[in-house]
């Protein structure tokens, strides 16, 4: 496993947390500095590294999600919220980090479409 600076903990940190959080605006991307840029305004290397970044820590942003489903059964105490909670679990174990991708971080899309229209390769 790779050595992470603080900075970079605290804002992988952020990025789990805010993911597939409804108020995520898709066509905007929020930068580790805190600064919101408009995917479409994102320069080729850096969109290209946001996405590489992403698929990097895809599998850790997954696994988090999956732990918050874990710790959110104990919170309710009906059995249809219980098996609710553990298949939406199960069903993000079961998907694919690109799937998951597409699915919890909203920019993600838009940032694929960017590289489709300006023939980058990501």
Not at 59 to 65: C, Q, Y
Request: proline share 2%; aromatic share 4%.
């Amino acid at each position: 496993m790779c050595e992470q600076s603080e900075g970079e903990y605290q804002y992988e940190q952020a990025m789990i947390a805010e993911a597939g959080k409804p108020e995520m605006d898709e066509r905007t991307w929020i930068t580790k500095e805190g600064r919101e840029i408009k995917v479409a305004d994102m320069d080729d290397s850096h969109l290209i590294n946001t996405i590489r970044m992403l698929r990097r820590k895809a599998g850790r942003m997954k696994l988090a999600a999956e732990l918050e489903c874990i710790s959110a059964e104990s919170m309710f105490n009906g059995d249809m919220a219980k098996l609710s909670i553990e298949q939406e679990g199960a069903r993000i174990s079961g998907m694919s980090d690109e799937d998951f991708l597409m699915e919890h971080i909203p920019p993600y899309r838009r940032m694929l479409r960017e590289v489709r229209i300006r023939n980058l390769d990501a």
